[in-house]
């Protein structure tokens, strides 16, 4: 009878930790900063069914990057805890603090079982305060980590670099404009020193999370003529608005989770 070969722990979590590393950083990136009026979201993203950023409750956002089956099955799961939440005791109570917990646990159970592979995701859940000092925004790893995160992150691809480029240049007070042009900027760098690429409204994914809104939902996707004359910089396309966060109109007694998928 053969020894089975052994394995310390420690061993074990750090080769689980660097298989979900890889799958992540071959995914493209998504860059989420802080400005005026409240949070942005940019990711590299051609697809338009498939979404990376998506709304879960009223003042709360989600981004991810990995495989989209598993982070799609966490973006349901944050939706019906948040609904669940919000109808059982409060609207209020529903906070990116306590929806990033819920994803902390479920992904550090996932990660430390050794009946299953680590979900090769990384998550990025945002909350939009009534002041920019109150606003959240929170990053979790396959792990199951939460790192409270300031005024900027980025997940997938080549997150360092795309992060330095972002630490140089982000401040308070951008407009609208100015953060979607930055993380735009940042996404279509060359990390290894070459010309930048163009990144067309097709090929990127944009939301924002508006305090500005009258409406209680604060998300808002920003697509076709609006995101274009945004990359043009043309500032007068901030104010547009619609009743529809998503593009499809919704009654308003539907629990305000973000139905696309």
């Known amino acids: 009878m053969s020894t089975p070969f052994y394995v310390s722990p420690q061993q074990a979590m ?5 298989y979900a590393r890889k799958g992540i950083a071959r995914g493209r990136s998504v860059v989420v900063l802080t400005y005026a009026d409240g949070i942005v979201f940019v990711a590299e993203n051609t697809s338009r069914a498939l979404h990376k ?3 879960i ?7 991810a990057v990995g495989r989209y089956n598993e982070f799609e ?16 005791y409060d609207r209020a109570d529903v906070t990116a603090r306590g929806l990033a917990n819920v994803y902390a646990q479920t992904l550090g159970t996932i990660f430390s079982s050794v009946g299953e592979k680590p979900y090769e995701v990384e998550l990025i859940v945002a909350e939009v305060g009534r002041t920019s000092d109150d606003d959240q925004i929170y990053r979790l790893t396959p792990d199951g980590s939460v790192v409270d995160e300031k005024n ?12 330095n480029y972002l630490g140089q240049r982000h401040r308070s ?17 060359d990390p290894n020193g070459g010309s930048p690429r163009t990144l067309t409204p097709d090929q990127l994914e944009v939301a924002v999370l508006d305090r ?16 274009a004359r945004l990359l043009d910089g043309d500032e007068s396309a901030e104010s547009e608005d619609s009743d529809d966060t998503d593009g499809t ?3 308003a007694a539907t629990p305000p989770g973000d139905s696309d998928q």
Do not use: H
């Not at 900027?152 to 992060?163: E, L, P």
């Not at 007070?173 to 760098?189: H, I, M, P, Q, Y």
């Open 14 to 18: 750090a080769d689980r930790a660097e």
């Open 53 to 55: 950023v998506s709304e």
């Open 57 to 63: 409750y009223d003042k709360i956002a989600f981004a």
């Open 73 to 88: 099955n966490l973006r349901i799961g944050g939706v019906r805890y948040a609904d669940l939440r919000g109808y059982t």
């Open 152 to 163: 900027y992150v980025v997940v997938g691809g080549n997150a360092d670099s795309i992060g």
């Open 173 to 189: 007070g951008f407009s609208l404009t100015e953060a979607v042009k930055v993380a735009v900027d940042s996404l279509a760098r």
């Open 212 to 227: 500005q809104r009258f409406q209680q939902r604060k998300f808002k996707r920003i697509l076709g003529g609006q995101l």
């Open 249 to 251: 109109a919704k009654p």
